[in-house]
């Protein structure tokens, strides 16, 4: 299903892609399995506690094998993104009409934080008629159940693992904790019956017969 497609990574905020999806994005870069982009929409830098953060989103990005070019970080100001709605839309459409994705994760539906939502409900605004799948981050997400499964390595586990540790201005969070994040894998892992998965669910789906251009 992502062999050779186009696949866009929406996240409101530095470290909430690598939550959501950090396993599934080093299986695919260091695989070599399809174009992507990792899009972060705030640099979060209204808080001058977090001045680190877009170093160490970088960080995390490389260990997962992210070039800089596939690595785009905007600068809407965190916790304000309501107010912002219609220039996310078109930032977003801007990204569709540029990269044409064939496959856009972004965060659940069941994300309370009110940057996610703004995320999620302007994505599928942005992406119509694309397969849109919603990724989990835990710290905000309540009622998220994983209904699509995409299994990942020991070695992408480790990856994911590595990468968060990155973040060393969230070292104390709870959500950051490597035994969490293994834990969460092996987790969906045991869902689809193998050792390791990363979670998703889904948005929207379109699938087709006989065309291979879109999934």
Known sequence: MFLGRRIVFLGAHPDDIEIGAG???????????????????????????????????????????????????????????PEARQEILEYMLNINRTFQPDLVFVHTKADLHQDHQTVTEEALRAFRGITVLGFDVIRSSYGFFPNFLTTVTEKDVQMKIKALAQYKTYADRYYFNAEITRSTLIRNGAIAERPFAEGFDTLRVVGSFGDSSKC
């Open 23 to 81: 396993a599934l994005i080093a299986h695919i870069a260091h695989n070599k399995l399809a174009e992507f982009l990792c899009v972060t929409l705030s640099d979060n830098q209204k808080n001058p506690e977090l001045q680190n953060l877009p170093f160490e989103h970088r960080n995390s990005m490389d260990v997962l094998g992210v070039p800089k070019e596939s690595d785009i970080v905007g600068e809407f100001v965190t916790r304000r993104f």
